[in-house]
């Protein structure tokens, strides 16, 4: 809704205007963030994002989350390597929700070592495992777990 | 967060417990779900569940959400028809994200009348709208809006 005489808040001239980007008040500074395979379109996980993690993310080209548990900037690979460089990101329509499209360096996006966090179905009798690991948590993480 | 000596996580544990589901505690009574269409991967939308939404829509076949700005149950496609048919439920390694892969009835989720929500893409000069939609809201939803 900003006019087109009104400047960007802070912002320097390649970023997208503050009135044109997440409203992270929505959600109380944070707002969820899907992390979507570019080439594939698998759902790889679900995370949040603050408004400075969102502002680094666009500055870098990689995924940098929020940890709610962790109350810190989580940039996505920083233990293991697995970065998600990311190709596109979009807005939904009321602005609180992210997507992002990425390419998942390390294949795969979960710390269990399944290519999505999404690796287990909902059946009648209880999850149901549907993927195979690729890899193994303790190689890449040490055995102190994810 | 597994140590060595504990039993290997997803090694045989394909048999599912049945009082395995989402931890609605985890996000204070609400998680965040995202539907994604079935067949083509698009991520149509983002939107929360409580613990009663969740349960009619595994035992409608039907999206059922929680509408945090209406405080209350939202059947999605209450006013416009355009249900979602529940084909998968996924659950995240964390069971605080859930993942519906759904059939949209009347072709959009948004709305708008956009397939996806999420129908803007951030550029360097603001955001993009890379989507046509494919209903008028004002034929679907009345003059009111959605």
């Known amino acids: 809704m900003s006019e087109a005489t009104s400047q960007p808040v802070g912002a320097k001239s390649a970023e997208p205007r503050a009135a044109e980007g997440p409203d992270f008040n929505k959600g109380g500074g944070i707002l969820p963030a899907i992390a979507q395979d570019a080439e594939t379109g698998e759902v790889l996980m679900l995370a949040f ?20 548990s962790r109350n ?19 807005l939904d329509c009321d602005n609180d929700a992210i997507l992002l ?7 795969a996006a979960c710390h269990t070592g399944h290519r999505s966090c999404f ?3 909902v059946t009648d009798g209880g999850l149901e495992v549907v993927e195979t690991p690729v890899f193994d948590p303790e190689h890449v993480y040490g055995k102190k777990g994810g």
Chains 1, 2 share one sequence.
């Open 49 to 68: 994002m603050n408004a400075e993690s969102y502002a680094e993310t666009l500055a870098t080209g990689r995924a940098v989350y929020f940890s709610r």
């Open 72 to 90: 810190r900037l989580w940039r996505k690979g920083e233990e293991s390597g697995h970065v998600q460089l990311v190709r596109e990101i979009r």
């Open 101 to 107: 499209k990425v390419e998942q360096i390390g294949g």
């Open 119 to 121: 690796y287990r179905r």
